[in-house]
Structure formats: structure tokens, C-alpha cells
Nanobody, 130 residues
Framework: QVQLVESGGGLVQPGGSLRLSCQSSSYTLGHFTIGWFRQAPGRERDRDGISCISGDDEHTYIKDSVKGRFAISMDKAKTTVYLQMNGLKSEDTGVYYC?????????????????????WGKGTPVTVSS
């Protein structure tokens, strides 16, 4: 079982930045697809991921709505995936979850969906407010 721990969330003013971390404590992530998903206040967790990364070649996918503001990356040890969030807006507020799929598909955008994820962390809250 892949155990994931998210961190890095918090309260930030509009226009600010945060870097979220998703650390695997049990497996390296080189054979998995890892994604970030948001649950806005009062809503279910989004089914489409914000961003995903392939653990083998570190190919990335970023959702259009955050392209240019968010970036996903992985550390050299392949145990931690980051989501760098810049230019934060109030609509970015929510709980951010890290998900891991036990496979690497040929279509990363298609993989970046909740139905593909096998394991989840408990989330880290992000509040963008002045």
C-alpha cells in the first residue's frame, strides 16, 4: 500500500505562492502516476486532476485553468512530488489531495482523473484570502 502525506498548505493572500508536497513513505514513485486534485469548499473532490506527473519520465500534465501559474515536479529520489502554486486566486481555495495510480498510461491527461487513482493522501488545506 502506498502511503501518502501532503503538506505545505495554509493561508495566503491573493497573488501569493505556496508549494505543496506529497511524500510517499512506503514506495518510490518511479513506476506510478501521481496527481494533485482539489476539493473546493462545500463540493466534492474534483474528478479531473489539476496536474499529474509520470514517475518514470516525469512527463507532466497541467490543467488549462492553472497553466502558467502551477507547476508539478518530482524530487530526484522519486519519493516526493511537488505542486508549485503561484499567482493564487480565491477560487484556488480548497483541500488539495495527492493521488497515486499504480500504473503509467500512454495518455497522461486521461490518467489525471480520480478514477485512475488507487491511493490517496488525507489532503492539505489551502485558503486564498485577504
Amino acid at each position: 500500500q502506498v502511503q501518502l502525506v501532503e503538506s505545505g498548505g495554509g493561508l495566503v493572500q491573493p497573488g501569493g505562492s505556496l508549494r505543496l508536497s506529497c511524500q510517499s513513505s512506503s514506495y518510490t514513485l518511479g513506476h506510478f502516476t501521481i496527481g494533485w486534485f482539489r476539493q473546493a469548499p462545500g463540493r466534492e473532490r474534483d474528478r479531473d486532476g489539476i496536474s499529474c506527473i509520470s514517475g518514470d519520465d516525469e512527463h507532466t500534465y497541467i490543467k488549462d485553468s492553472v497553466k502558467g501559474r502551477f507547476a508539478i515536479s518530482m524530487d530526484k529520489a522519486k519519493t516526493t512530488v511537488y505542486l508549485q502554486m503561484n499567482g493564487l486566486k480565491s477560487e484556488d481555495t480548497g483541500v488539495y489531495y495527492c493521488g497515486v495510480a499504480g500504473t503509467i498510461g500512454t495518455n497522461l491527461q486521461a490518467m489525471c482523473h480520480s478514477r485512475a487513482m488507487d491511493f490517496w493522501g488525507k489532503g492539505t488545506p489551502v485558503t486564498v484570502s485577504s
